[in-house]
């Protein structure tokens, strides 16, 4: 059964940290370049950073470059988001998935190898 899970998500003040984890199984994970993906009320989902099948090269929105890193273990079919110096735009719900093109408006409507996960929360607030 294809599943990915996301966690590490919470409540933060404006330049804090936290990292996103994803758990992915079900599909040939080491094939895909992977994307962490986010969806705030009201607005588009957007790709914040991807990473290569291999993991050796990445890529960032320009709204978090410098601020996030994204990064994958192939033996442990994981990958992970560090985000640093939150700032309140950040606020969303987090998605991992396979790194797709184009995106529907809806994260979760985008077709693709995995099926979306519940995502998890980051809040950014004072």
């Known amino acids: 059964q294809v599943q990915l899970v996301e966690s590490g998500g919470g409540l933060v003040q404006p330049g804090r940290s936290l990292r996103l984890s994803c758990a992915a199984s079900g599909f040939p994970f080491s094939r895909y370049g992977m994307g962490w993906y986010r969806q705030a009320p009201g607005k588009e989902c957007e790709l914040v950073a991807s990473v290569t099948s291999t993991g050796d090269s990445t890529n960032y929105a320009d709204l978090v470059k410098g601020r996030f890193t994204i990064s994958r273990d192939n033996a442990k079919n994981m990958v992970y988001l560090q985000m640093n110096s939150l700032k309140p735009e950040d606020t969303a719900v987090y998605y991992c998935?396979?790194?797709?093109?184009?995106?529907?408006?809806?994260?979760?409507?985008?077709?693709?190898?995995?099926?979306w996960g519940q995502g998890t929360q980051v809040t950014v607030s004072s």
């Open positions: 998935n396979a790194k797709m093109t184009p995106l529907q408006r809806i994260c979760v409507m985008t077709p693709g190898p995995a099926r």
